[in-house]
């Protein structure tokens, strides 16, 4: 069985700062981890994944998550933050490409002026 | 292009009623979820379906839900006899099994509130 945990339920954070959303897994197979993001009112759209190869990926907003195997983590990371970030971000894991996903309880980024 | 849709975006049953959810996917796209997301949580896995075929179901929280995609294309998720704890946004995502990028697109989901 697969779980996720972000312990993180709410991170508060002024725009322009960095910040990082914690996410640990539990797998006892190969894992593809994923971030998801869901903006206020909309439906969840993704926004990184890991598959294999680099550990550090990247998204086209400037967001990078790195895959650490050692630790089972999956952190994503934001070296300066906008107001247009506020959104609740979920962590997610399948054991392959087209399986169903394990997600966590979401953390909620809350970024002010 | 379109993305998934779904209907009704809000529905509100009493308890005891029956309800359907809807759900049409990217056209094209093979593989098709259901996930509910109760309050405060992640989105919590119910069943999937290949074409037409329901490959797993072991999400479903009891006998009185109830998925089919007949046609391998819109899917319909069914309540019977609702429950106040069924109270969740169900979700609706596809995904192309000829595509490398494994991302599953959701829908906006249905909020269901049993009364």
């Known amino acids: 069985a697969q779980s996720v945990t972000q312990l993180d339920s709410q991170v508060p954070v002024f725009e322009e700062a960095p910040v990082e959303l914690r996410c640990n897994y539990s797998s006892s197979v190969s894992v593809y981890l994923f971030w998801y993001v869901q903006y206020p009112n909309q439906g969840l759209q993704l926004l990184l994944k890991y598959l294999s190869g680099s550990t550090l990926v990247e998204s086209i907003n400037g967001f990078e998550a790195e895959f650490n195997k050692s630790q089972t983590s999956f952190h994503l990371r934001k070296p300066s933050v906008h107001i247009s970030d506020t959104a609740e971000y979920f962590c997610a894991v399948s054991n392959s490409g087209y399986s169903t996903l394990t997600f966590g309880k979401g953390t909620m980024l809350l970024v002010s002026p | 292009g379109a993305g998934v849709s779904q209907s009704p975006r809000y529905k509100v049953a009493k308890r005891g009623q029956d309800v359907a959810l809807r759900c049409d996917p990217i056209?094209?796209?093979?593989?098709l979820f259901w996930y509910q997301q109760a309050l405060g949580q992640g989105p919590e896995f119910l069943t999937y379906f290949q074409n037409e075929a329901q490959l797993d179901k072991s999400g479903l929280p009891s006998d009185r839900f109830f998925a089919e995609r007949p046609e391998g294309s819109v899917s319909t998720l069914k309540i019977q006899r609702t429950q106040q704890e069924d109270s969740a946004v169900y979700l609706c995502?596809?995904?192309?099994?000829?595509?490398?990028?494994?991302?599953?697109?959701f829908g906006p989901g249905t909020r269901l509130t049993v009364t």
């Open positions: 056209s094209g796209h093979v593989s």
């Open positions: 995502a596809s995904s192309s099994t000829f595509s490398s990028s494994y991302e599953q697109y």
